[in-house]
């Protein structure tokens, strides 16, 4: 039977957190390390932002991390969940993988997906601690947040994505998005209008706002 499609739980990918808000500073509590596992890895572990580090992806990506893998379509190995899992471990804050993974744990309907070694919330757990200043992992969690209904959650991870990536264009929309879903329209124009600055090529989030009658035609002037 062929796999059911499971839609991204970005809004708009910069490519295409039901967890504890952790601030940049803040240490990890011992019991959050101890539920999602230390960071050490015989790969790894590597900065999936890093340029250096990405010279070591060919390897995840040609035998664990395929483009059947992150279309939820084929294992490279034993299971898809062990796939994302290898990719996770060896780069804890791999946005495709984090959205991969997150896209599998929907499709089963459960917290830890087949062949993981960990829950989706300790892989967003484990991004956040290997690199806390990685607004992009932030911005994945509060995406995978919204889409399972945790609208508070969500905009408290989209807020410390801003916050850490204020000039990026697909964080500013995605939090815009997220104001927008709550009814908060002059957020949702405020950070529309900063992703528009910066680049952001699609029209939704500023039809959506037109349709709300909470747009104006001078709000890029």
Same mark, same amino acid.
């Given at each position: 039977?062929?796999?059911?499609? *499971?839609?991204? !739980? #970005?809004? #708009?990918?910069? &490519?295409?957190?039901?967890g504890l &808000? $952790?601030? *940049?500073?803040? !240490? @990890? !509590?011992?019991? %959050? @390390?101890l539920a999602c596992g230390d960071l050490a890895n015989a790969f790894g572990p590597f900065d999936y932002r890093n340029a250096e580090h990405r010279k070591n992806l060919p390897i995840v990506e040609t035998h664990h991390f395929t483009p059947q893998v992150e279309s939820l379509m084929k294992a490279a190995t034993g299971s898809l969940g062990a796939d994302i899992d290898y990719t996770l471990r060896a780069f804890p804050n791999h946005l495709r993988a984090l959205d991969a =993974?997150?896209? $599998?744990?929907?499709r089963e309907k459960t917290?830890? !997906?087949s062949g993981a070694n960990y829950s989706i919330e300790c892989y967003f757990d484990r991004a956040i601690r290997f690199r806390p200043e990685d607004g992009l992992a932030r911005m994945a969690y509060g995406a995978y947040l919204a889409n399972i209904?945790?609208?508070?959650?969500? @905009?408290?991870? =989209?807020?410390?994505?801003?916050? &850490?990536e204020p000039d990026n264009a697909t964080v +500013? #929309? +995605?939090?815009? $998005? =997220? #104001? &927008?879903?709550n009814k908060d329209y002059a957020q949702a124009r405020s950070y529309a209008k900063k992703a528009y600055a910066l680049g952001f090529p699609l029209p939704g989030l500023k039809n959506k706002l037109v349709a709300a009658?909470?747009?104006? %035609?001078? %709000?890029l002037h």
């Open positions: 039977m062929k796999s059911r499609a *499971v839609k991204s !739980p #970005y809004f #708009y990918s910069a &490519l295409g957190l039901a &808000l $952790l601030s *940049v500073a803040a !240490p @990890i !509590p011992a019991a %959050d @390390i =993974m997150a896209r $599998l744990s929907i917290a830890r !997906p209904g945790e609208a508070g959650k969500s @905009i408290e991870h =989209m807020q410390a994505a801003a916050r &850490l +500013n #929309y +995605n939090l815009g $998005l =997220m #104001y &927008l879903k009658r909470a747009w104006k %035609d001078d %709000d």
